[in-house]
Structures are given as structure tokens and as C-alpha cells.
């Protein structure tokens, strides 16, 4: 995959977890201030380095987007 399907893919996945939050708008207190989003896709395993990072908010992509506790 070039870096640019990668951007593209990432782009993509950030618009849609945007448009989820303004559907539910709760989904977005499970998320600590200053945290950053780490989209995991359902093709990918999780790996210790998306466990690693102290202040992350992962989430799992799919049809549906769902917190990675």
C-alpha cells in the first residue's frame, strides 16, 4: 500500500468516525481530553504498539465504530 491509499484510507475513516460522534454524540465523553485516535482496522490485528500509548482512544473499524477498551 503507497503512503497515498494509506492517507486516503485514514482520511476516509476520520470523516466517518466524525459523522458517527454527530449521530451519537455520547460516544465522545469516553474520550479523555488531549488523547489521540488511533483507527484499527478489522482486517488488522491489534499489535503492542497500538496497546503502548498511554493517552489513546482506540477504535476498532468496521461497519460500526467501537471503542477498543
Known amino acids: 500500500m503507497t503512503k497515498k ?4 484510507i ?4 476520520t470523516f466517518d468516525f466524525i459523522k458517527n460522534v454527530v449521530d451519537k ?3 465522545a465523553a469516553s ?3 488531549g488523547a489521540e ?6 482486517d ?3 499489535t503492542s504498539t497500538h496497546l503502548n ?4 482512544a482506540r477504535y476498532k473499524v468496521g461497519h460500526v465504530f467501537e ?3
Not at 5 to 8: L, Q, S, T
Request: glycine share 4%; aromatic share 6%.
Open 53 to 56: 500509548k498511554a493517552k489513546t
Open 25 to 27: 454524540p455520547d460516544a
Open 5 to 8: 491509499e494509506f492517507a486516503a
Open 44 to 46: 488488522v490485528p491489534v
Open 37 to 42: 485516535l488511533d483507527f484499527v482496522c478489522t
Open 67 to 69: 471503542q477498543v477498551k
Open 31 to 33: 474520550i479523555p481530553n
Open 10 to 13: 485514514n482520511i476516509g475513516m
